[in-house]
C-alpha cells in the first residue's frame, strides 16, 4: 500500500516537472518572439520587389496554357490552305504572263 502511494506520488511528481519544462519552453519560445519579429522585418524591408518581366512571363506562360492542340491545329491548317492558295495565284500569273507573250509574238 505505501509502495503504490509512493509510486503514485512520483507520478505525479513526474507530470509536474514534464509540465512545468513545458512551461520553460513555452516562456523561452515566447521572450525570443520580438527578435524573431524583428528580424523577419528586417528581412522584408530588404528584400527587393519583384521585376516587372515577371508579369509579363506569368501572362506569357498563362496563354500557353490556354492554347490548345486543336487551336495550334486549325493555325497549321488556315496556313497550310493560305500557302496552297498563293502557289495556285503564282501559277495562275505566270500562265496568264506567258499567254500574254505569246500572243503578242503572234504565235
Known sequence: MI???VFKEELELDELRETHQQLL????EIADL???LER???????TLPPLQD?????RRIR?????T???VTNVLRDQTR???LLILLLVATGSLIWWGVKLMQGQ
Open 3 to 5: 509502495r503504490s502511494a
Open 25 to 28: 519552453l513555452r516562456e523561452q
Open 34 to 36: 520580438p527578435k524573431r
Open 40 to 46: 523577419e522585418q528586417r528581412e522584408r524591408d530588404c
Open 54 to 58: 515577371i508579369a509579363d512571363r506569368e
Open 63 to 67: 496563354h500557353m496554357d490556354c492554347v
Open 69 to 71: 492542340r486543336g487551336q
Open 82 to 84: 493560305s500557302f496552297a
